[in-house]
T-cell receptor, first 117, second 110 residues
């Protein structure tokens, strides 16, 4: 039983294309996140969703848009892909406390390696 | 990074030795969390220490937190080859954000 699953695992696409990465969690967590890990392993938070509402929107290009059809899913849609978007994208989930703080450990998916050619 | 750094970037030791990794941060935190990432995999949560705690243990892991110095350390005792991985510290803000750096690549030789 995979707790946080994301698909696809690998994605190779041409510049200018639009693509989506899907994420699902079966942990009943309230908050889901997207992170980007670059080639130097730097891990940067992109978005988080709490109860279907975007609560964090870090300074990422508006070509990236998170979409959450329900509490268990947070998909990442990317328009007009660029070479610099090549990275590994991780989905994660967490049970935030009453004040929304990250007071519990995150559960991460296994990542989607996106390569833009 | 504006959030802080893990140090060293790479650490190579023999099995049985202890491994110490450090993490610094720049702004106030609610907690600090350590994660492990094996090659090609996602991050796995190891241990969480809250801002009002100074030390925490879990098996062979020992984490300390010094809020006056804005730093934390992760000690892995009696390292094993299976401990080879990247280790990240996540700085948990009061707004629900968890910030990471580039991690420490630990290699344990048999």
């Amino acid at each position: 039983d995979t707790a946080v699953s994301q698909t696809p695992k690998y994605l190779v696409t041409q510049m200018g294309n639009d693509k989506s990465i899907k994420c699902e969690q079966n942990l009943g967590h309230d908050t889901m996140y997207w992170y980007k890990q670059d080639s130097k392993k730097f891990l940067k938070i992109m978005f988080s969703y709490n109860n279907k509402e975007l609560i964090i929107n870090e300074t990422v290009p508006n070509r990236f848009s998170p979409k959450s059809p329900d509490k268990a899913h947070l998909n990442l849609h990317i328009n007009s892909l660029e070479l610099g978007d090549s990275a590994v994208y991780f989905c994660a989930s967490s049970q935030a406390n009453n004040w929304g703080a990250a007071d519990y450990g995150y559960t991460f998916g296994s990542g989607t390696r996106l390569t833009v050619v | 990074s504006q959030q802080g750094e893990e140090d060293p970037q790479a650490l190579s030791i023999q099995e049985g030795e202890n491994a110490t990794m450090n993490c610094s941060y720049k702004t106030s935190i609610n907690n600090l969390q350590w994660y492990r990432q094996n090659s090609g995999r996602g991050l796995v949560h190891l241990i969480l220490i809250r801002s009002n705690e100074r030390e925490k243990h879990s098996g062979r892991l020992r984490v300390t937190l010094d809020t006056s110095k804005k730093s934390s350390s992760l000690l892995i005792t009696a390292s094993r080859a299976a401990d080879t991985a990247s280790y990240f510290c996540g700085r948990g803000s009061t707004l629900g954000r968890l910030y990471f750096g580039r991690g420490t690549q630990l290699t344990v030789w048999p």
